[in-house]
């Protein structure tokens, strides 16, 4: 440790620590633009310049190392001088539109030029004027003339995000933030430049020109797109969302967000809110209150259940629903005598239910991460299904951790990767069973029964011996390993290396209540999200679900949906394809709207309330299911809040959830058999993984949002005799979609990469099943 004198206060800091690291500690402020904690030292803007005894000249405070027995003046007439001097710079060419920049109010530079800032500016010539550049659809670079070149935005991308999209152009009075050759700026982290620019440089394009700062009231909330849970400022003026920010936790998501957390508030602003119940009566639609709504909701369940038994009713919740809606959308089935009930709408196998030793997570804290000597993702799009876990293990990487791939396409994930694998889907439980055989090898101990006829390749062995080395490692499996026909065996195999090498075993998790699902218990004690649709049901409740779109196998359940003489929409949104084969509309609030829990993909419980009014008659879905328990005189349903359900399922004042394990009972291990044929590789678009982001019109407009296309490698492409940019037909059952083709190597031999959850694939089968495709 060494010790340093800051303005008369004494501490104690780490070797290698900045002048600015301690400033922090002792709560000295030090004016800065371009200094960033989680940015490397760029040290180009010098507003941080401090007086150092013994030093000849200012030095700056984010650059200078700390050396023992160091004295700093912060305040000093030498430091005050130097920082009024380097802001009459920054201000000579900064263009004089306070009032109309959408920066004001929150501006860094004009903050600190209230302190540092001469009152009259001696440089009389013409300013430096900068082009505005067009870089996509959610950043908007309109007012380049107000940017102070402190490069935050150009090191979050090439040190957070992972790709370079922005540079600095040109020299001195000519420095320009520019994108290479006129590209947009696709990064699915990008929003977080808009809020490192300490200027009114990058504004949001959504967010532009439609409110100032304080007319904007700030609410805590918790994101719902994804298994982190990310914190969220939601800002909100006149009871509409009119921005959403990422609140710090560094235990959580840091200080970040993605793009899809950031943007697709727009949804909740949108013409296709469900804002009245709607019953469907001879054919047509018409707008109800709820008590009649709720009469013929209860009415229809109750007949079903009376004439066919509970079992004729099955419902399915989105995997986003809080605790409190997936808990109490179970009893009301348990209590139609139905155990029809599942959250994993996008699953096949259901092969580890009832064999569970405890709620599937993690296996670590998301702060972990960073302190792994290995990791193995197994079956991930790990950029755009967990952009935040994707950025903690680049970070990771950067460092010592070898992290390892073993997945059904070769995108590029912006990680240094120790090793990859690319197989086809129906190949992935034998590359994993190759990997598990290799660490067998290298630990001299006997091959577990079953895989004798694995092959262990050169990148096989690689991935295991980077796990037998260390002493912090995991195994993750992603929504891939989870969707895929194969899951049960993928999930055994994991934990055999873990047996093998001690890794920890972790699932990244598909929804922002994964954990909480399994916790309230909203699973099937008959049948499940499969096998409810495969043995059609009379009477059908989708919470917060579009067929679709957020199915493994949207052609059977809009079979089994159409043949049901009850079909219960609840949904904040009117889901056009549902005005077929629905009977009731139920609208029911957002995440915005409502109050409730998630509970992330660490078992940690974050519970939140609304921000804003629920809109026109939408209700919280828990006080919708509460009041159709008591209109179907079920007992148990008189919780007067949210956080009375909560605490029933959850216990009173817990951080986080007991009873987390990713453990099996009474599993075999085995290879599956070899696939034949064509496989289709299913990704799930970020911007179109939810009903909100597919509804946000600024994510619909971005590089992730583009249409489909039917992806094969060129041996593939020869061999069904396909060019590129063909017109092709793909065929998955009854279902046909007419696609454009495309020649790409990063998919594997023998498989075509059809894009889900997109209006125009939404007519095919199985995620990862067997397709056809021939020229169109």
């Known amino acids: 440790m060494l010790e340093i004198e800051i303005d008369g206060k004494k501490a104690q800091v780490p070797d290698g620590s900045t002048v600015m690291d301690a400033a922090q500690q002792v709560g000295v402020y030090i004016p800065h633009f371009c200094y960033?904690?989680?940015?490397?030292?760029?040290?180009?803007?010098?507003?941080?310049?401090?007086?150092?005894?013994?030093a000849p000249k200012p030095l700056p405070a984010c650059a200078t190392p700390v050396t023992n027995g160091m004295k700093v003046f912060t305040h000093s007439e030498l430091a005050v001088k130097a920082q009024k001097g380097v802001m009459e710079f920054l201000l000579i060419n900064h263009p004089l539109d306070c009032p109309i920049c959408d920066q004001g109010g929150e501006c860094q530079l004009q903050d600190m030029s209230m302190g540092y800032g001469p009152m009259k500016s001696r440089y009389t010539e013409e300013k430096h004027v900068v082009f505005h550049k067009n870089v996509g659809p959610l950043i908007s670079m309109e007012e380049m003339s107000r940017c102070i070149h402190c490069t935050r935005c150009v090191r979050f991308g090439q040190e957070i995000a992972g790709v370079m999209e922005l540079g600095m152009a040109n020299r001195n009075m000519h420095s320009e933030i520019m994108t290479f050759v006129g590209r947009s700026v696709d990064s699915e982290l990008s929003g977080n430049m808009i809020d490192l620019c300490p200027v009114g440089a990058l504004t949001s394009k959504p967010f532009r020109y439609t409110a100032r700062s304080w007319e904007l009231q700030r609410r805590k909330s918790v994101s719902p797109h994804d298994s982190v849970g990310a914190n969220l400022v939601v800002q909100?003026?006149?009871?509409?969302?009119?921005?959403?920010?990422?609140?710090?936790?560094?235990?959580?998501?840091?200080?970040?967000?993605?793009?899809?957390?950031?943007?697709?508030?727009?949804?909740?602003?949108?013409?296709?809110?469900?804002?009245?119940?709607?019953?469907?009566?001879?054919?047509?639609?018409?707008?109800?209150?709820?008590?009649?709504?709720?009469?013929?909701?209860?009415?229809?369940?109750k007949d079903i259940s009376r004439e066919h038994g509970g079992?004729?009713?099955?419902?399915?919740?989105?995997?986003?629903?809080?605790?409190?809606?997936?808990?109490?959308?179970?009893?009301?089935?348990?209590?139609?005598?139905?155990?029809?009930?599942?959250?994993?709408?996008?699953?096949?196998?259901?092969?580890?239910?009832f064999k569970r030793a405890g709620a599937p997570w993690l296996g670590m804290r998301l702060a972990e991460i960073k302190d792994l000597d290995a990791a193995l993702v197994v079956g991930s799009f790990l950029r755009k299904d967990h952009p935040l876990i994707a950025q903690r293990l680049r970070q990771a990487a950067k460092k010592f951790t070898k992290v390892s791939l073993l997945t059904?396409?070769?995108?590029?994930?912006?990680?240094?990767?120790?090793?990859?694998?690319?197989?086809?889907?129906?190949?992935?439980?034998a590359a994993l069973a190759g990997v598990v055989k290799a660490a067998a090898e290298i630990k001299g101990a006997s091959l577990p029964a079953g895989l004798e006829a694995a092959v262990v390749t050169d990148v096989a062995r690689s991935i295991a011996q980077s796990l037998c080395e260390g002493e912090n490692k995991a195994v993750f499996l992603g929504n891939v390993a989870t969707q895929s026909a194969a899951a049960t065996q993928l999930h055994a195999l994991a934990l055999?290396?873990?047996?093998?090498?001690?890794?920890?075993?972790?699932?990244?998790?598909?929804?922002?209540?994964?954990?909480?699902?399994?916790?309230?218990?909203?699973?099937?004690?008959?049948?499940?999200?499969?096998?409810?649709?495969?043995?059609?049901?009379?009477?059908?409740?989708l919470m917060g679900i579009e067929p679709e779109f957020d199915c493994a196998n949207p052609q059977l359940i809009l079979g089994a949906l159409k043949q049901a003489s009850l079909v219960v929409f609840m949904s904040a949104f009117k889901h056009a394809p549902a005005l077929e084969y629905a009977d009731v509309m139920l609208p029911i609030a957002p995440y915005t709207e409502t109050s409730g829990t998630f509970v992330n993909i660490e078992g940690r419980i974050q519970s939140f309330n609304g921000v804003v009014k629920a809109r026109g008659d939408a209700r919280p879905a828990w006080k919708v299911l509460r009041v159709l328990g008591n209109v179907l005189n079920l007992e148990g349903f008189g919780y007067e809040s949210s956080e009375a359900v909560r605490d029933e399922v959850l216990g009173k004042g817990n951080e986080f959830v007991a009873n987390l394990s990713n453990g099996l009972n009474g599993i075999s291990l085995g290879l599956p058999a070899k696939s034949e044929g064509?496989?289709?590789?299913?990704?799930?678009?970020?911007?179109?993984?939810?009903?909100?982001?597919?509804?946000?019109?600024?994510?619909?407009?971005?590089?992730?949002?583009?249409?489909?296309?039917?992806?094969?490698?060129?041996?593939?492409?020869?061999?069904?005799?396909?060019?590129?940019?063909?017109?092709?037909?793909?065929?998955?059952?009854?279902?046909?979609?007419?696609?454009?083709a495309k020649i790409d190597n990063n998919v594997p031999a023998g498989c075509v990469r059809v894009s889900a959850a997109h209006a125009s694939t939404a007519m095919l089968g199985e995620m990862f099943g067997q397709i056809s495709v021939e020229r169109a």
Request: glycine share 8%.
């Open 36 to 54: 960033h904690k989680k940015l490397s030292i760029a040290a180009n803007c010098r507003m941080c310049l401090v007086q150092v005894e013994k």
């Open 408 to 429: 059904v396409t070769g995108d590029d994930q912006l990680i240094n990767l120790h090793a990859s694998q690319i197989v086809a889907p129906a190949e992935l439980a």
């Open 311 to 353: 079992d004729a009713l099955a419902a399915l919740s989105a995997p986003s629903a809080t605790v409190e809606e997936m808990f109490l959308l179970g009893k009301v089935m348990k209590g139609l005598g139905s155990g029809n009930v599942d959250f994993r709408p996008r699953q096949l196998d259901f092969g580890t239910d």
């Open 678 to 740: 064509l496989q289709r590789i299913a990704d799930v678009p970020i911007n179109f993984a939810d009903p909100m982001a597919r509804r946000a019109p600024a994510l619909q407009q971005t590089a992730d949002a583009k249409a489909p296309l039917a992806r094969l490698n060129q041996q593939t492409a020869d061999q069904l005799g396909i060019a590129d940019a063909a017109q092709v037909r793909v065929k998955q059952g009854e279902g046909v979609a007419t696609l454009v």
């Open 496 to 541: 055999q290396l873990s047996e093998l090498t001690g890794a920890k075993v972790g699932f990244l998790g598909e929804g922002a209540n994964v954990v909480g699902g399994h916790v309230a218990w909203a699973l099937p004690s008959n049948a499940n999200a499969r096998q409810m649709f495969e043995q059609p049901r009379k009477g059908y409740v």
């Open 236 to 301: 909100v003026k006149h009871d509409n969302v009119m921005r959403v920010l990422p609140r710090e936790n560094e235990a959580v998501n840091e200080c970040w967000i993605s793009d899809k957390e950031r943007f697709s508030y727009q949804a909740l602003n949108s013409d296709e809110r469900l804002t009245k119940p709607m019953v469907k009566q001879g054919g047509e639609w018409r707008e109800v209150d709820w008590n009649v709504a709720l009469d013929y909701v209860a009415h229809g369940l």
